[in-house]
């Protein structure tokens, strides 16, 4: 099993940065790919960024250039470092893990901002 907290959301205004972190604990080992993805009031899900074990990352184009994934793998943490926020990027975000037991999603954190 796996469990997944993310943290860093919060308000700010157009322009400005945040990064979110993605703390994984449990059966960490076989975690292949870890992500985050975000969803807006009335739409769907859908991926941000992802990160492979010992690949490059990808982005959606919506953030490309503007956000970077990155993993720490001693702190077992995934970041997302979010600059030049609109306030269409206003959503709650999602880490998602790739592990052989299946997909884990950890709890959302919202990011609010401001025009």
């Not at 206003?90 to 998602?96: H, L, P, S």
């Amino acid at each position: 099993q796996v469990q997944l907290v993310e943290s860093g959301g919060g308000l700010v205004q157009a322009g400005g940065s945040l990064r979110l972190s993605c703390a994984a604990s449990g059966s960490i080992f076989s975690i292949y790919l870890m992500a985050w993805y975000r969803q807006a009031p009335g739409k769907q899900r859908e991926l941000v960024a992802a990160i492979p074990s010992g690949g490059r990352a990808n982005y959606a184009d919506s953030v490309k250039g503007r956000f970077t994934i990155s993993r720490d793998n001693a702190k077992n943490t995934v970041y997302l470092q979010m600059n030049s926020l609109k306030p269409e990027d206003t959503a709650v975000y999602y880490c998602k893990a790739n592990h052989y037991r299946g997909d884990y999603w950890g709890q959302g954190t919202q990011v609010t901002v401001s025009s």
